[in-house]
């Protein structure tokens, strides 16, 4: 097929108005040119603004659309930048308007409080999850609980405080922080140095306010708050005790005492009490260091002094859980020498495979030993001298509490108070023994002239500011025999042979106060019960009085039981081989007619005090087992007060036929223990 050709135009001339128009431009042109000269060309130049916008570098990769075309994306900067310039250039109504109802919506719009609580578990959760991985990497993790705890909601609140009581318990280093000084900024540190510094003390700060929200929180556990506050009250409580327990050896310990202490300091007795009275003891009981006890010592000391001794019993007591009880009151034995496990081996060595070594290689490895023994006795002898230091304060401030309370005469710690000093009699110093024995004959005395007699009446319920006793004979009971086994604690373990006659100690009033006394604890119905014991109130009591007995009876001076009481004073009179025989005479007739009216478990503990009494001093009371013997004229007077004047040797223990016939079998084999022994020692 053949291609068309294109057609040709005719050249023609332009139109005559097209001519004019470039006459004109010809003409405007070199006006043009005959102005510029006269213009400031530099002017406009320096009124021209020089800040330029910066070009921020996209850091997007390039992506491949689905046509196939390779594109860069835009920096979400220059978006942000878009949306705020086609914000401002929008009319201020506009503007306005918008923010109006953005308030009105944040106005109606209301998180609900269910909806809350599981938006801080979750934040709590990942917050905590955060720090439990990588602490020195998160280290705002801990500002941020701080801050969730502030919320007003007091269940939030709660939840925070559990929260931070686990993390700080996992996270806290096993060893104290000390502060920085102002030479530690100006050393030059690595890398490494400066991330643990800077993470040690923002968790100082950080726990720090932790420590201070607890003490804050629970202020309000001795006040009369609301439920919910009483809540957060308790929770504040448990994690200081917790924290206490778990880190006793970090910073701000003693702030943590001082949350337990002023709860002890209360008038309220409820679950938080017990808590912190529970967790001082174990405190005192796990403390290896010394350090620990001292401050809670000294803390506890200070605050029984503010409050004029009005405290609970129960308070005085942690001081018997105290490590020093142990570690102190250790006695070499006279007889034998105490070796170690590693010694032994009953004659016979070891045997091991002996390793080849050169004889370089022993000669450095003996003085790697020597070097090493060097060590660990410089390390011992540092630690306990410090350990002794500690213990020797803590004792000091057990005391002066002590005397001070004897000295003010507290109806309700005095049972404590002798508890306390029959534990603690073998570190007294013996400068203070005839003080000591002259307060506890002023105690007896005071106790004997407050036993009510049968014709008294009833005395009523007991004061709720001085929280006595229901019962002052029970007490009176009870304080006599703690006092008689203090005095005779006192001479346990001193070596006082040498001393005595410098000392001039007569304990001769204890001995005659017991001995009348026996009587009345042999036909006392508690005297197998402690405070722990359970009993059913009695129906006699009104019911006002017996409800303050059994509140009363929680806080009796500690668990040991009046026959225990009894039974080591009876121990620590006629054991030792010194004591004269007409003591041990009488005593013996008494116990043979107590154990008429005990109870099976005393008397049980009776007869067998009294077959190591005849294993010490059975030929010199031997004769009142025997009728043909008599070393005494005229009739044996048990009800005399007087041990000496009662004549023992004049009677026999007839007692000794009605108990063979008791209906427990121990104390019949017991009786016939005794009659067979004195039967070996008359042949």
């Known amino acids: 097929m053949a291609i068309a050709r294109a057609l040709k135009r005719k050249r023609t001339s332009p139109p005559e108005s097209a001519l004019r128009t470039t006459e004109t431009e ?15 060309l530099e002017q406009e130049y320096e009124q021209k603004s020089r800040k330029r916008k910066k070009e921020t570098e996209s850091t997007r990769l390039p992506i491949k659309t689905a046509e196939g075309r390779v594109e860069r994306l835009a920096s979400p900067l220059k978006e942000e930048e878009e949306q ?14 918008v923010e109006g109802e953005d308030q009105a919506e944040e106005e109606t719009v209301e998180v609900p ?51 931070q009581l686990a993390i700080y318990r996992d996270v806290i280093p096993g060893y104290r922080i000390r502060p920085l000084g102002d030479t530690d900024g100006s050393e030059k540190l690595s890398k490494d140095v400066r991330k643990l510094r800077a993470f040690e003390q923002a968790l100082v700060g950080n726990y720090q306010n932790y420590v201070k929200e607890l003490a804050k929180c629970a202020k309000t556990s001795n006040e009369a708050p609301s439920e919910a506050a009483t809540s957060v009250a308790t929770v504040a409580i448990s994690c200081a005790c917790t924290l206490l327990l778990a880190v006793p050896h970090f910073n701000f310990r003693g702030d943590l005492i001082k949350i337990l202490v002023d709860k002890l300091a209360g008038k309220r007795v409820d679950a938080d009490f017990v808590k912190c009275l529970e967790t001082l003891e174990q405190l005192f009981r796990e403390d290896d260091d010394g350090d620990p006890s001292l401050d809670g010592v000294s803390q506890l000391t200070k605050m029984i002094k503010a409050r004029d001794y009005r405290i609970e019993e129960n308070v005085l007591n942690t001081f018997l859980h105290l490590r020093l009880l142990s570690e102190l009151s250790s006695r070499g034995s006279q007889n034998r020498i105490d070796r170690s496990a590693s010694d032994t081996t009953d004659g016979k060595k070891p045997k091991f495979k002996k390793e080849f070594r050169t004889k370089k290689q022993r000669k450095i490895l003996k003085e790697r030993k020597v070097v090493e023994k060097e060590f660990q006795e410089a390390d011992a002898i540092a630690s306990h001298k410090e350990r002794e230091r500690l213990q020797s304060e803590t004792l000091k401030f057990v005391f002066v509490a002590y005397f001070r309370i004897l000295k003010a005469r507290t109806p309700n ?24 024995l002259e307060a506890l004959k002023d105690i007896i005395s005071s106790t004997m002239s407050t036993e009510p007699l049968s014709n008294s009446p009833d005395p009523g319920p007991p004061d709720p500011e001085t929280q006595d006793p229901p019962d002052p004979q029970k007490s009176s009971l009870r304080n006599s025999l703690l006092a008689i086994t203090t005095a005779f604690a006192l001479l346990s373990g001193q070596d006082i042979a040498r001393s005595a006659s410098s000392l ?57 039981t009046p026959s225990v009481l009894l039974l080591r004073a009876l121990a620590a009179m006629l054991t030792p081989r010194p004591t004269p025989p007409l003591r041990v005479a009488a005593f013996a007739k008494q116990l043979h007619t107590c154990c008429l009216q005990l109870p099976e478990k005393s008397a049980q503990a009776v007869i067998q005090l009294l077959h190591q009494v005849l294993k010490v001093h059975g030929r010199k009371i031997a004769g009142l087992w025997n009728t043909e013997e008599r070393k005494g004229d005229g009739v044996f007077d048990g009800l005399r007060g007087d041990v000496e004047g009662s004549n023992p040797f004049a009677g026999t223990v007839w007692e000794g036929e009605l108990l063979r016939c008791h209906y427990s079998p121990k104390v019949r084999e017991g009786v016939r223990g005794m009659e ?4 070996e020692l008359n042949k």
């Open 676 to 679: 067979r022994l004195v039967g």
């Open 504 to 560: 001039n100690l007569d304990l001769t009033f204890f001995t005659a106060h017991t001995y009348r006394s026996l009587h009345a604890y042999a036909l006392n119905p508690d005297i197998e019960l402690s405070s722990k014991s359970l009993r059913l109130p009695d129906p006699h009591h009104n019911s006002a009085s017996s409800n303050t007995s059994s509140n009363s009876s929680k806080t009796i001076i500690n668990q040991k």
């Open 113 to 163: 409080l269910r909806q809350q609580i599981i938006e801080a578990k979750e934040e709590l959760a990942r917050i905590g999850t955060l720090l439990s991985e990588d602490p020195e990497e998160h280290i705002g993790g801990f500002k941020k609980l701080a801050d969730i705890g502030s919320s007003p909601n007091l269940t939030i609140k709660t939840l925070a405080l559990a929260t």
């Open 413 to 436: 710690l005095t049972g404590a108070v002798l508890e306390g000093l029959a534990k603690f009699a073998h570190l007294i110093n013996q400068d203070f023994f005839g003080d000591l």
């Open 84 to 97: 705020e310039d086609s914000t401002f250039g929008s009319s201020d109504g506009e503007a306005s308007a």
């Open 26 to 40: 010809d003409v405007d042109y070199n006006g043009y040119l005959s102005q510029a000269t006269e213009w400031n």
